[in-house]
Nanobody, 121 residues
Framework: QLQLVESGGGLVQPGGSLRLSCAVSGEPVIGWFRQAPGKEREKVSCISPSGRTTGYADSVLGRFTISRDNAKNTVYLQMNNLKPEDTATYYC??????????????????WGKGTLVTVVS
């Protein structure tokens, strides 16, 4: 049973930056997802257990960077040039079924409780 704990959310102005952290034991595949009120859950980014392979949604490509420090049992999501449409609750999720940066939402087995990111002027 994996436990995931997100942190780092908050209120930021457009163009600002935040870094989210996901504390997780072991080295599973980790995905970051987000869900805004009234919208469907969206996959944001994914990282392989080693950290060598990553993937991003088109909406965040070039602005967000996922990374991990397995010695610290932590996965990060660096978010730069934030936009109002990035406002959402961000969740990290894990699975032990895969070995690459493959994070189908329905295939993730463990979820954190989420951290809220609000981008507003």
């Amino acid at each position: 049973q994996l436990q995931l704990v997100e942190s780092g959310g908050g209120l930021v102005q457009p163009g600002g930056s935040l870094r989210l952290s996901c504390a997780v034991s072991g080295e599973p595949v980790i995905g970051w997802f987000r869900q805004a009120p009234g919208k469907e859950r969206e996959k944001v980014s994914c990282i392989s257990p080693s950290g060598r392979t990553t993937g991003y949604a088109d909406s965040v490509l070039g602005r967000f960077t996922i990374s991990r420090d397995n010695a610290k049992n932590t996965v990060y999501l660096q978010m730069n040039n934030l936009k109002p449409e990035d406002t959402a609750t961000y969740y990290c999720a894990a699975t032990l079924k895969y070995y690459s940066a493959y994070c189908p939402p329905d295939g993730m087995d463990y979820w954190g409780k989420g951290t809220l990111v609000t981008v507003v002027s």
